[in-house]
Each structure stands twice: as structure tokens, then as C-alpha cells.
């Protein structure tokens, strides 16, 4: 059985957790073992979820608080898979490896689903309807393949494979993460320094120049008045441009919203060869994958439509998979969905033809892989002097205009 406790330290600290025990007896003792003092224990199926109303800024904090812990939830499947492969290769039990699983999980959220995955398990349910409640961690590909793994009675090396896709996926998403980082932090900064110009730095010399009472040239008079209505009205453009960012989010979540975006995506300048690239890769490895693990090749397409994250591509694969439903060769049903480059078109229809298509697709993957960090490598080289160039025109008109007046006085004085 699975309880939540609260507990006090040796040091007269608070903790609140989940310990798997066979009794509340058994986990007072537990719990006493490590050095707590039980202050509340209750059994997980019977806690209730809490009904009070929770204030707007409250509300905001836990949902940012369930978002961030959910993302880290998503990234601890590759760990979880690992950590899950290695005890079943050992001969351990499922509900045991499980059991000795969660006591190493810090993440409160991840740990809480693994907790409810070990109680269905208990009362008779298959591990991939368990992980099937916990869609929001576990992957509809995840989820297929246990299943076949359950099935063909080889879950150990079925959860091994996903491990190992699980810690290529994670790797992926950090050289994007890291490539963007720099960039990203370049604009924030140049973003930073020229507010802090304008609001700051600007308007006194406006007022400098107002008491000699000179005509200002053209250039210093637009950034002039650029910096009196920033340092009046920035709090406005802070509440507008959250308003924007909130209704560009809302507004992506519908139907056509996410078609605008998914279609800006395909069509964005210098980053539409690195997208293009990027579905690629997760079309052909992850198809390889499920095929490589028995699953039927319509599953398949239906599991990795939902992979490639983009509505207009998931069209093109739904018009492939029914060709290929009406007869067709996979090769011939991709070529007339046009999302695929010819050489990978070529390497399909080779790797058909000597029936190692799932071998053929994770090789092309292995390709775009490599591809994919090369892309992204002179991306980055690319995006950085752009930023540099761009933040340092901006920062040099600033600063030109605001030495024109100066240096029309001296040439009065002289």
C-alpha cells in the first residue's frame, strides 16, 4: 500500500512525502527507521482533493508550479525506463521494481503517477493501461510499445529500447535548448541596455538640451521623444506585450491559430530548414522504432502523426496511411504526401523493397541525427553576429543622436 506522510526531521524540519509500506503499522515503523516523527499519515487512495478556492496570484503560482514539475516529469521517463530495464534484466519483479524505483524519486509529480501506476498494477491492471492514465508523462508511442512488449512477453528489452529513445530524445532537446540559449540571452541583454538608455540615461539629457533652447536636430528628436514616451508609459508596454504574449498563446491552442503557427514554422526564415530537419528525424526514427518492435505499420503512422507536433505534416501522413490502407507501398504513399526529401524517399522504397524498412528508417534517422547538429551548429554562428550587428546599430543611433547637439555647440563655440 501507498501512503502520504508528514513528518519531522531530526532538525525540526517538515516533510511531506510517499512511502510504499504494507500497513500504516508498518510505515510509522518505516518512517521512525530514517529519523522522522509521523505527524499525519493517510493512504493515497483516500486523499482528497482539496476544494477550496484559491486566489487569481495563488492559482497562477500553482499552475506555473504543476507546469515546471510536469516538464521535469516528462524528461525523468528516460531515467525511470533505465532504472526499470535494468532491475527486470536482472529477473526482479515488475510490482518490486517498481517498489524500489519510487523511493529514489525526488520529483513529487512524477512520483505521485509511478505510485498510481504500482497501486493499478496491483489490482490486476496491464502496465500499459496503467501508464495509459498518465498520458500527460508517457508518450502514446511509449505506451504502444509496452504493450507490445507485454504481449510478446519481452517488456525487459521493450523498456530497454525506450531508454534508450527516451535519452536520444532528452540529448536532442538540449542542443536545440543550449544552441537557443545564447542567442536568446544576447537579445534579452541588448533588449535591457537600450531600456535602460532610453528610460534612464536619455531623459536627462533631454532636459539639458530643453534649457539651452536649441533647436534639436531630426535624429535626436525621434529618439527623444522614443524616451519620454518609454519613461512614461513602460508599464503599459510591459501589461500590453503580457496581454499580446497571452492571447498569441490562447490563440495557438485553437484550431486555426495552431494551423497559422504550424504553418509559420514550415515557412520561417533560417529556421525552416532546421524545422524541416527536425520532422524528418522524428518521423523516420521513431516509425523505425515502432516497426523494429512489431507494431503494425497503420498503428504506426497513427502513433507518429501525433509525434511530429505539426497539423499540416499529420494531414500528409494521414493521406499516406490510407493509401497505404488501399494497397499501396509505403515508399509510393509517402512520395505523393511530398514531406520527405527524394533521397529519403530512395532509401525508403531500398529499404522496402529488401523488407528492412525498419532497419532502413532508424539508419535515416541516425543520418538526420547528425544533420540536425550540424544545422543547428551554423545556425548558431549564423544568429550571433546577426544579433551583435543589429544590437550595436541600435545602441550606435542612440548614441549618435544624443552627440549631434553636442557637437553642434562646440562648432557654435569655435
Not at 517498489?99 to 496491464?126: H, P, R
Not at 525621434?222 to 513602460?234: C, D, K, Q, Y
Request: with cysteine; proline share 3%.
Amino acid at each position: 500500500m501507498i501512503f502520504e506522510y508528514q513528518a519531522l526531521n531530526r532538525k525540526g524540519e517538515t516533510v511531506t512525502d510517499i512511502i510504499d509500506a504494507t500497513s500504516e503499522i508498518a510505515a510509522k515503523q518505516k518512517l521512525r527507521t530514517q529519523g522522522l516523527y509521523v505527524v499525519k499519515l493517510t493512504r493515497h487512495d483516500e486523499i482528497a482533493k482539496p476544494t477550496t478556492t484559491k486566489g487569481f496570484f495563488a492559482k497562477l503560482y500553482s499552475d506555473a508550479a504543476e507546469y515546471i514539475s510536469l516538464k521535469f516529469s516528462a524528461k525523468l521517463v528516460g531515467i525511470f525506463s533505465r532504472q526499470l530495464a535494468t532491475l527486470l534484466h536482472a529477473g526482479m519483479p515488475l510490482l518490486t521494481a517498481l517498489t524500489d524505483i519510487i523511493e529514489q524519486i525526488d520529483n513529487k509529480n512524477f512520483k505521485k503517477a509511478i505510485v498510481d501506476v504500482k497501486e493499478k498494477l496491483e489490482e490486476g491492471s496491464s502496465l500499459s493501461n496503467a501508464l495509459l492514465l498518465h498520458r500527460n508523462i508517457f508518450s502514446d508511442m511509449y505506451i504502444s510499445m509496452v504493450r507490445v512488449g507485454e504481449n510478446l512477453g519481452s517488456l525487459d528489452q521493450v523498456i530497454d529500447r525506450l531508454a534508450a529513445m527516451e535519452e536520444k530524445k532528452n540529448i536532442l532537446k538540449s542542443k536545440i535548448q543550449a544552441a537557443l540559449w545564447y542567442p536568446i540571452f544576447m537579445i534579452i541583454f541588448a533588449f535591457c541596455v537600450v531600456a535602460f538608455l532610453m528610460i534612464k540615461i536619455v531623459p536627462s539629457l533631454s532636459r539639458m538640451f530643453a534649457d539651452m533652447g536649441r533647436e534639436l536636430p531630426i535624429p535626436t528628436q525621434i529618439v527623444m521623444g522614443i524616451s519620454s514616451f518609454l519613461s512614461n508609459f513602460w508599464y503599459f508596454l510591459l501589461i500590453g506585450g503580457a496581454a499580446v504574449l497571452y492571447y498569441l498563446k490562447e490563440y495557438v491552442k485553437t484550431p486555426e491559430g495552431r494551423e497559422k503557427f504550424d504553418s509559420l514554422k514550415l515557412r520561417a526564415p533560417l529556421f525552416r530548414n532546421l524545422y524541416k530537419k527536425l520532422i524528418v528525424l522524428r518521423f523516420t526514427q521513431n516509425l523505425g522504432i515502432l516497426l523494429n518492435n512489431r507494431v503494425d505499420i497503420l498503428k504506426s503512422f497513427e502513433i507518429v502523426k501525433k509525434i511530429v507536433n505539426n497539423i499540416h505534416i499529420e494531414r500528409k501522413i494521414e493521406e499516406a496511411a490510407k493509401r497505404i490502407k488501399e494497397g499501396s507501398s509505403v515508399a509510393n504513399a509517402l512520395s505523393k504526401a511530398d514531406f520527405l526529401p527524394k533521397m529519403v524517399l530512395g532509401m525508403i522504397a531500398a529499404g522496402e523493397s529488401s523488407d528492412r524498412l525498419d532497419d532502413m528508417l532508424l539508419n535515416i534517422g541516425n543520418v538526420y541525427e547528425t544533420e540536425l547538429d550540424l544545422t543547428i551548429s551554423s545556425l548558431t554562428s549564423m544568429i550571433e553576429p546577426i544579433i551583435i550587428v543589429i544590437m550595436g546599430i541600435t545602441i550606435g543611433t542612440i548614441v549618435v543622436s544624443v552627440l549631434l547637439p553636442i557637437f553642434e555647440m562646440n562648432l557654435l563655440v569655435q
